[in-house]
């Protein structure tokens, strides 16, 4: 096991934070609430070359020294945030991105503490160049899966799609079903408009995909888009997902007022952006009987152990794991975002 109590010891800080935010929040059987996490976590590869994939950086020779000392550290990290976000009780559901394998997520689930909550995965090898994947893991005692599969759009063949696939995976909790869709769209590096027509695409597969299983079920099918958008609630791609038809708001996006009031998940030259969103069908928020949530339900994770002071920008970004070609041992350059749905 990674995680090792007599060998591995937590700072003062992160106990200190955990003992301050238990709150007796439960999850459970019972129509109890749950709790769902998005944490894109930063390059989670491990230190083996596989040969199908670009991976050659994070190799002990790489470019980024990554080794077996880095990579336990880094399981562990991802391990003790799961961890202080459900405030000892771990979320349900924790959706994922930047994982090179299943081993990576095998290691996290089996290879720590986190194996006494059960957890299983959902995973599939994407298509990305640089092989990094976007995953889900869930605790089989609260979620049940009923189908999953991985999205890429119309018209693209898979030789010629060289970025994340979308997940989709139908969930059973709490006697309510849930359609979630985990993105990781393709990067803005290189300015804004890199990668747009792509983003674009996606945007609009994934909002063609909910607009059917809305129509399916006659609007009433409780939907989470969620993930790494690399786009802000401003952005045209993501006003796509939330355009109103002619029938009403169908898909409304929580994270859009938490970016008006600055808040947001990546921090670019000094400047929080909201990339990291969670967009759910209307009738999550209005049904009068089951499963719902609010905005009010929607929270950035940002304990101070996820914080560092900004060496360049005043105030504090993400404690990555690299800061550039610099390793630092931080967490990951995103802050996870959380979202409690409850029982009416």
């Not at 003062?12 to 003992?19: A, D, P, Q, S, V």
């Not at 991976?55 to 790489?62: K, Q």
């Not at 993930?227 to 006003?239: A, V």
Request: hydrophobic fraction near 35%.
């Amino acid at each position: 096991m990674l995680f090792n109590v007599s060998s591995y010891r937590i700072s003062g800080i992160f106990t200190l934070i955990i003992i301050l935010t238990i709150r007796g929040y439960s999850q459970g059987k019972g129509n109890q609430p749950v709790r769902m996490m998005f944490y894109n976590v930063e390059n989670l590869f491990d230190s083996f070359h596989d040969t199908l994939k670009n991976d050659e950086d994070f190799l002990p020779g790489g470019l980024m020294r990554w080794n077996l000392t880095r990579y336990n550290k880094k399981i562990n990290s991802v391990y003790k945030t799961i961890i202080a976000a459900g405030e000892w009780n771990p979320p349900a559901m924790v959706a994922m991105c930047e994982v090179e394998n299943r081993k990576v997520l095998e290691d996290i689930v089996y290879g720590t503490y986190l194996t006494k909550y059960n957890y299983r995965i959902i995973h599939e090898e994407s298509p990305d160049q640089r092989g990094i994947d976007v995953c889900l893991i869930y605790r089989k005692d609260l979620v049940e899966v009923i189908d999953y599969r991985y999205w890429i759009p119309a018209g693209i063949k898979r030789s010629d799609f060289t970025t994340r696939s979308v997940l989709y995976a139908k969930l059973l909790i709490n006697s309510d079903t849930f359609h979630i869709i985990v993105n990781h769209w393709p990067s803005r590096r290189g300015g804004v408009l890199a990668m747009e027509d792509l983003r674009l695409r996606i945007a609009e597969m994934v909002r063609g995909k909910a607009d059917s299983i809305l129509s399916a079920r006659g609007g009433e099918a409780k939907i989470i888009i969620l993930g790494d958008f690399n786009s802000t609630p401003d952005d045209q791609e993501i006003k796509l997902l939330t355009a109103s038809p002619d029938s009403g708001t169908l898909m409304v996006n929580l994270s859009e007022k938490k970016a008006g009031k600055g808040e947001g998940t990546y921090r670019y030259m000094g400047t929080w952006e909201m990339i990291d969103q969670v967009i759910v069908s209307n009738n999550l928020l209005i049904c009068r009987k089951g499963s719902y949530t609010s905005e009010d339900n929607l929270k950035v994770f940002k304990p101070d152990f996820l914080l560092r002071k900004d060496p360049k920008y005043p105030g504090v970004s993400p404690f990555s794991t690299y800061r550039g070609y610099r390793y630092q041992g931080g967490f990951s350059d995103h802050l996870p975002v959380l979202l409690d749905v409850k029982i009416r």
